[in-house]
């Protein structure tokens, strides 16, 4: 569906701001807007994503700011596990799109492809994948995933 150009990489990442405080920051996702008028409506159960990489970028900025809840309500539940756990020597930094396949309102299904950029105990890691996302009861949910093992 979209392309997106890869950012220039910042020499040193800031350490993941947990931008959930205020909401007056730039949201974890990507997008232009602040926290608050991004994804922190969605994690509120104020606004539903509309698109498959809406909601990949929401669950992403939901692993940024620790939030397990959002995270499970937009997991099929089949394929959802019974509790979240956050590894605390992970911190995301950035979520890179790549591809996507249909997804779009209209749509039934999609698929999302992203590299997640994390630093684990000071070491920069990438995580490739591309996603797979249903409607469950009219919403856009995860249902999962192939990851592309990273050349080092
Ligand atoms: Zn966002």
């Excluded at 809406?54 to 940024?64: E, G, H, N, W």
């Excluded at 959002?70 to 089949?78: A, E, F, I, K, T």
């Excluded at 999609?110 to 990438?126: M, P």
Aim: proline letters at 9%; aromatic letters at 8%; hydrophobic letters at 35%.
């Amino acid at each position: 569906m979209s392309r997106r150009n890869t950012r220039p990489h910042p020499a040193k990442p800031a350490p993941a701001a947990p931008a959930a405080a205020d909401g007056s920051a730039p949201c974890p996702c990507g997008l232009p807007s602040n926290y608050a008028d991004c994804c922190r409506r969605l994690h509120h159960g104020l606004a539903q994503a509309t698109t498959a990489e809406q909601l990949m970028r929401s669950r992403f900025s939901a692993f940024v700011v620790n939030d397990a809840a959002y995270l499970l309500r937009s997991w099929h539940p089949r394929t959802r596990p019974p509790v979240i756990d956050f590894d605390a020597r992970l911190s995301w930094q950035r979520l890179e799109i790549l591809d996507s396949t249909e997804g779009g309102p209209f749509h039934q299904e999609g698929t999302v492809e992203f590299v997640a950029h994390y630093v684990e105990q000071g070491i920069s890691g990438r995580l490739h994948e591309r996603s797979r996302f249903v409607r469950h009861e009219g919403a856009w949910v995860y249902l999962d995933g192939v990851i592309t093992p990273t050349e080092a």
